[in-house]
């Protein structure tokens, strides 16, 4: 016959494995929630408001990775998304606020959920551009389309076939010709 007892340990064990994988999907919207916050603050100049998203994104990163590692959470849907819109939250804070691009070891992720987010960045990074030159800022206009040069080259170095990844690095091509021509364009004009 059937053992009774084996089949209520593995419904207790789904029941468990469910109940971690809500609470990621829970963490991983709040995570995106937050990188859009801190995406936003930045390009209206809401540094103090940056600073409190970017504090609170970083604890909820730091829980959602302790709570998932060493699981089959760990490489779930929600939980790369989030880590990726957090890579492009940092990296555009921490560009706009130091002139840098923090490393992977430095935001704290993987290197692919490093490499998704740091390709959504160049996105922000011409939106910055754009905002910066109708300011009258063309040296910012520069500084943006030399970084995005030197990402784009740095991920051409790597063997990248198909798949996610491809496509975001393809993408990056197409910022950095919006990032050419708002050149020339400041360029003309002077």
Known sequence: M???KDFEEMRKELESFDGVREEIIAMSREIVRLS???I???HRKEMKEADSAVAQIKKAVKNIIKGSEDS???YSGSRRIALQEYVEAICYYEYVKTGKVPTHKEV???AESYLLGICDLSGELVRNAINGAIE???KNALNVKELVTEL???LSQFDLRNGELRRKYDGIKYDLKKLEDLVLQL???K
């Open 108 to 110: 704290g992720v993987d």
């Open 136 to 138: 009258g800022d063309f």
């Open 187 to 189: 360029k003309l004009r």
């Open 152 to 154: 784009y080259w740095e």
């Open 2 to 4: 059937i053992n009774k």
């Open 40 to 42: 936003y603050s930045v």
């Open 36 to 38: 859009k916050k801190v």
């Open 72 to 74: 089959e959470l760990e």
